[in-house]
């Protein structure tokens, strides 16, 4: 089935460091992916919708310079959480869906998700 | 308002019983599609099952059905037959305007659903 691989899984890095999470559709085009954050024990929130060749587009309450997305290709969506802070450590996951086909029953397909820890 | 809500944060169920976990949305538009995915401890999302608003039976999936009543606006799962691996919280979720390309899916806050053996 449909794969979404997401790079990497875990991180833990210090204060002030820019990490950047990787998420790639292996088998299918997404000009659009998603990019949640789930905190322990809670659901997964839309930070943003990440569109192909164009500005990614945030939801209220998401800082657009501290959590830059670069969607270059139609397989490829990146996040950086820049200078990131111990408020910033979190589970990140992408999400992507094919955009052939019918797309009324497409699941979205996730990554497996980043653990990012900030000390 | 919550666009999709799981009453129920904790369930437990006895090995080899089935059981239902509840979840109701809420939408104006008429087309919609309503999911469950499971997530394990591990943290990855597992799709389990989908419901489209014109779809005129409710969806089946192995030991996995939707109990779909479109008037009450609720799609509720259930698990036949649960096993020790079913154990992992559990997300109902929907997407509206099916027609978009890029809309994303809304979760509900999910329950939590413990096998007993």
């Known amino acids: 089935g449909a794969v979404v691989s997401q790079h990497p899984s875990r991180v833990i890095c210090k204060s002030g460091t820019s990490v950047k999470i990787e998420c790639r559709s292996l088998?299918?085009?997404?000009?659009?992916m998603f990019w949640y954050r789930q905190f322990p024990k809670q659901s997964l929130m839309l930070m943003a919708t990440s569109n192909e060749g164009s500005k990614a587009t945030y939801e209220q309450g998401v800082e657009k310079d501290k959590f830059l997305i670069n969607h270059a290709s139609l397989t490829l969506s990146t996040l950086t959480v820049t200078s990131a802070h111990p408020e910033d450590s979190s589970f990140y996951i992408c999400s992507a869906r094919a955009t052939t086909g019918r797309s009324s029953n497409q699941p979205q397909h996730f990554g497996d998700g980043t653990r990012l820890s900030i000390l | 308002a919550q666009k999709i809500t799981q009453t129920q944060p904790g369930m437990f169920v006895q090995e080899k019983e089935a059981v239902t976990l509840d979840c109701t949305y809420d939408?104006?538009?008429?087309?919609?599609?309503l999911f469950w995915y499971k997530q394990p401890s591990s943290g990855e999302m597992i799709f389990l099952i989908y419901q489209g608003s014109y779809d005129q039976q409710n969806a089946t999936e192995g030991r996995y059905s939707l109990n779909f009543q479109k008037a009450r606006k609720s799609a509720n799962l259930v698990i036949s037959a649960s096993q020790l691996g079913d154990s992992a919280m559990y997300f109902c979720a929907m997407r509206e305007g099916l027609n978009s390309g890029n809309t994303p899916l809304v979760f509900g806050k999910g329950t939590r659903l413990s096998v007993i053996a």
């Open positions: 088998d299918f085009q997404a000009t659009t």
């Open positions: 939408t104006s538009d008429p087309s919609y599609g």
